[in-house]
C-alpha cells in the first residue's frame, strides 16, 4: 500500500478496560517473536502496550517449571501494562490458561480469533472459531467469568472467514457477542482468514467496524509497515487504536517514528547504521538474560536478518546473518557492516509473509 503523508490531527485516546494508555500505539502479538525482550524495546521506544506471542491455552496451564518455557510467559517490570494472548479450541481449556496468565504478571488477556495458518485451522483455532460464534462466544464467556474483575479482557479477530454474507453475519454475531461478555477492546484485521496475508488490509471495513461499534473500543490491524502507515488508519477508519505486528519485527523504531507524526513534528529518519548496531547490541543483550547465550544466539538470527532490511547493503547484511552460526561470529558481522556509521533504508519496501500466529510448541 502506498501512503501518502497526511497532516496532523488530534490523536483518539486509547484504554484498555480500566487500564489507560500513554498513546494509541500498540505492539500486536507475534508467534516466535514477541517474547519478553521484544516487548521490552518495543515499550522503550514508544508502544504504549504490546502482546506476548499466541500461546495454546494448554501448554500455559501446564507448563511447568522447564526454564525455557517458562520464558516464553515472563514478564519484565518496566513493561507494564502488557497483555497475554491465547489460542485453543475447547471453552473448557482457557480458564486455566487465563488464570496462569494473570499469575504471571499480565495485564491483559487477549483471545486470538484470527490467525489463518493451515494447521492452526485444521485443529480448529484461531481463525476457525470465527465460523463457529456459539463456541467463540463460549471462549469468551469462560475467560472473563475466569479472570480478576479489573483484569481486562480482549479480542483479535479478521474480518471473517471469507467475503460470503454468512462469514460477515457470523462476524458481527461474535463482535457484538463478546461485547456483550465484557471484552474490553476488539483488534480487527482487516483481511479474511482466507486471504492469510495476500492483497490488501481493508480499511474500509475497519471504518464501518468502528461506526458500528460507536464508543466500544476498537484497534485496527493490517498493512502497518510505516509510521505514515499508522497514523493514515487512524484517520481515515477512525479506530481507537493501532496494532502494529509483522511491521515492527527488527523495527522498533517505528513506534517512536509514529508518535513523532502524531504530535505534528518532521517524520524521524530511518535509524543510522550505528543507532542499528546499538539496537542490536540491546536486542542480544535482553534475549541472553531471558534466555541464556546459546539459546539466544539461535533466537537471535531471525530478529536480525528483519534488522537488515534497514542497513544500505540489505542483502549482504542478511546473508552474514544468517550465516552466524556460534555468538562470536556477531561481533564480526558488526564490525564488518555496522562499523562505519551512514543512513539507513527505510525496511517498508521489504515486506514479507512472517505470520503473526503459529502457537508452537504443541
Not at 547504521?273 to 539496537?279: K, N, P, R, S
Not at 539466544?296 to 542483502?315: D, N, T
Not at 552460526?325 to 509473509?353: C, F, H, M, Q, T
Amino acid at each position: 500500500m502506498t501512503v501518502t503523508m497526511l497532516a496532523p490531527f488530534q490523536a483518539p485516546t486509547l484504554s484498555i478496560g480500566g487500564i489507560p494508555l500513554a498513546s494509541p500505539v500498540v505492539q500486536a502479538a507475534l508467534s516466535g517473536y514477541s517474547d519478553r525482550a521484544m516487548r521490552v524495546l518495543a515499550r522503550r521506544y514508544g508502544a504504549a502496550y504490546s502482546l506476548g506471542e499466541v500461546l495454546l491455552d494448554r501448554f500455559v496451564a501446564e507448563v511447568g517449571r522447564n526454564k525455557r518455557n517458562l520464558a516464553r510467559i515472563a514478564v519484565s517490570p518496566e513493561e507494564h501494562p502488557v497483555g497475554g494472548q491465547l489460542m485453543g479450541s475447547n471453552p473448557d481449556d482457557f480458564p486455566p490458561a487465563a488464570r496462569r496468565l494473570v499469575a504471571e504478571g499480565f495485564d491483559v488477556i487477549d483471545i486470538n480469533f484470527g490467525c489463518p495458518v493451515k494447521k492452526v485451522l485444521g485443529r480448529c483455532r484461531g481463525g476457525y472459531l470465527l465460523s463457529v460464534p456459539e463456541t467463540a462466544i463460549e471462549i469468551v464467556s469462560r475467560v472473563r467469568e475466569a479472570v480478576p474483575p479489573e483484569v481486562p479482557v480482549t479480542l483479535k479477530m479478521r474480518r471473517g472467514i471469507d467475503d460470503s454474507q454468512e462469514s460477515a453475519d457470523k462476524f458481527w454475531t461474535i463482535f457484538d457477542g463478546a461485547f456483550a461478555q465484557g471484552v474490553a477492546a476488539i483488534t480487527v484485521h482487516g483481511r479474511t482468514v482466507q486471504q492469510k496475508y495476500v492483497g490488501p488490509s481493508n480499511w474500509e471495513f475497519l471504518a464501518a467496524v468502528k461506526q458500528h461499534a460507536g464508543s466500544r473500543t476498537v484497534i485496527g490491524s493490517g498493512d502497518l509497515f510505516s509510521a505514515e502507515a499508522c497514523v493514515a488508519m487512524l484517520r481515515q477508519t477512525g479506530v481507537d487504536g493501532v496494532s502494529i505486528a509483522r511491521g515492527a519485527i527488527g523495527n522498533p523504531w517505528i513506534f517512536r517514528q509514529t508518535l513523532r507524526l502524531l504530535a505534528g513534528e518532521q517524520p524521524l529518519p530511518p535509524p543510522t547504521i550505528h543507532e542499528q548496531a546499538d539496537m542490536l547490541r540491546e536486542h542480544f543483550q535482553l534475549a541472553e538474560e531471558l534466555h541464556g547465550a546459546d539459546l539466544a544466539g539461535r533466537l537471535m538470527r531471525k530478529f536480525a536478518i528483519k534488522y537488515a532490511r534497514l542497513h544500505p547493503e540489505y542483502l549482504p547484511v542478511r546473508t552474514a546473518f544468517v550465516d552466524v552460526k556460534v555468538n562470536a561470529s556477531w561481533s564480526d558481522v558488526l564490525a564488518r557492516y555496522y562499523a562505519e556509521d551512514g543512513p539507513g533504508r527505510d525496511p517498508a519496501a521489504d515486506i514479507d509473509e512472517t505470520t503473526e500466529c503459529s502457537a508452537e510448541p504443541e
